[in-house]
């Protein structure tokens, strides 16, 4: 059991790191965050399948909720950085509970996914080699004790297995839902955000309300791009422009109100505003002599 909920796995790793697996495990990590995600569900949205990217989208968003209630609601602490070896760029959040770990939980939600929307076996297999990674990343840095990677790996397993289906039904019906609906899931995310003061459920509230009424909500006009060079060149522009947005609102008290509005403007900008200017900037281009 020492395994599993003690620092026996930490000593064991530091009998074998060194500079180059610090590096290496620092990057991988950094494939967990939900910055690495939001860019890349964003880049499928825009020059791959709409449709697709907006069920990977919900998907991390419930995982999101999922896994902030199950720390809230566990509430283990992460290991202590005096000893165990700590080696993650970011400040130690030691406020931030352990079980489960996000990282583990996201990494079968997005990479499962992907690997079932790609269905070519070379990926899958590239996909459960990067689960299992990220996973060990976090072991690496001890920022999670062995048995918070096996929570968040069962917790996106049953992600996968029972909230992935009712997602895909509700987009074969084009994600409709009924005015009242919309008010409700609006209400309930600014009331979550406000009695819970929490950080991380504003930001995954403010995500989906943002990616709702950008991607599903506001009038659409999906941009298809007639060239690879346009499609890579389009991707690039918009991750810097929503990188460009995040490094500005960094600069912005870190409230749950703010940062609820922040995501919020952040994914109304990325998949509806920034696709509807390409189509117009596109539109000008082929009427250009």
Same mark, same amino acid.
């Given at each position: 059991?020492?395994?599993?909920?003690?620092?026996?796995?930490?000593?064991?790793?530091?009998?074998?790191?060194?500079?180059?697996?610090?590096?290496?495990?620092?990057?991988?990590?950094?494939?967990?965050?939900?910055?690495?995600?939001?860019?890349?569900?964003?880049?499928?949205?825009?020059?791959?399948?709409?449709?697709?990217?907006?069920?990977?989208?919900?998907?991390?968003?419930?995982?999101?909720?999922?896994?902030?209630?199950?720390?809230?609601?566990?509430?283990?602490?992460?290991?202590?950085?005096?000893?165990?070896?700590?080696?993650?760029?970011?400040?130690?959040?030691?406020?931030?509970?352990?079980?489960?770990?996000?990282?583990?939980?996201?990494?079968?939600?997005?990479?499962?996914?992907?690997?079932?929307?790609?269905?070519?076996?070379?990926?899958?297999?590239?996909?459960?080699?990067?689960?299992?990674?990220?996973?060990?990343?976090? %072991? =690496?840095?001890? +920022?999670?004790?062995?048995?918070? /990677?096996?929570?968040? &790996?069962?917790?996106?397993? !049953?992600?996968? @297995?029972?909230?992935?289906?009712?997602?895909?039904?509700?987009?074969?019906?084009?994600?409709?839902?009924?005015?009242?609906?919309?008010?409700?899931?609006?209400?309930?995310?600014?009331?979550?955000?406000?009695?819970?003061?929490?950080?991380?459920?504003?930001?995954?509230?403010?995500?989906?309300?943002?990616?709702?009424?950008?991607?599903?909500?506001?009038?659409?006009?999906?941009?298809?791009?007639?060239?690879?060079?346009?499609?890579?060149?389009?991707?690039?522009?918009?991750?810097?422009?929503?990188?460009?947005?995040?490094?500005?609102?960094?600069?912005?008290?870190?409230?749950?109100?703010? %940062? =609820?509005?922040? +995501?919020?403007?952040?994914?109304? /900008?990325?998949?509806? &505003?920034?696709?509807?200017? !390409?189509?117009? @900037?596109?539109?000008?281009?082929?009427?250009?002599?």
């Amino acid at each position: 059991m020492d395994f599993l909920t003690g620092y026996v796995v930490f000593h064991w790793v530091a009998t074998w790191a060194n500079p180059v697996c610090d590096i290496f495990f620092r990057a991988v990590t950094d494939l967990g965050y939900h910055t690495f995600y939001y860019l890349a569900i964003a880049s499928l949205f825009w020059v791959v399948d709409r449709r697709c990217a907006c069920i990977l989208f919900l998907l991390v968003i419930a995982s999101g909720y999922v896994n902030t209630f199950a720390k809230l609601w566990v509430h283990t602490p992460r290991p202590d950085p005096l000893l165990a070896r700590v080696l993650d760029l970011r400040p130690y959040q030691s406020g931030s509970n352990a079980f489960p770990s996000g990282h583990a939980q996201n990494a079968v939600v997005f990479w499962g996914y992907l690997a079932l929307w790609v269905g070519r076996r070379w990926f899958s297999v590239l996909a459960g080699v990067l689960m299992v990674l990220i996973s060990l990343s976090r %072991l =690496y840095l001890a +920022v999670h004790f062995p048995i918070d /990677i096996l929570g968040g &790996l069962v917790l996106g397993a !049953l992600m996968m @297995l029972f909230v992935r289906p009712p997602i895909e039904r509700w987009a074969a019906r084009d994600f409709r839902l009924r005015p009242a609906a919309m008010i409700v899931i609006v209400i309930a995310s600014l009331a979550l955000t406000f009695i819970s003061a929490d950080q991380t459920l504003a930001l995954i509230s403010g995500s989906l309300i943002g990616f709702l009424l950008g991607a599903v909500w506001l009038p659409q006009a999906p941009v298809v791009f007639s060239s690879v060079p346009r499609s890579v060149a389009s991707t690039i522009i918009g991750v810097l422009l929503l990188l460009g947005l995040s490094i500005t609102f960094d600069t912005l008290p870190h409230l749950p109100l703010i %940062l =609820y509005v922040q +995501v919020l403007v952040m994914w109304v /900008i990325a998949v509806w &505003l920034y696709p509807r200017t !390409l189509l117009r @900037l596109l539109a000008r281009a082929s009427d250009t002599p």
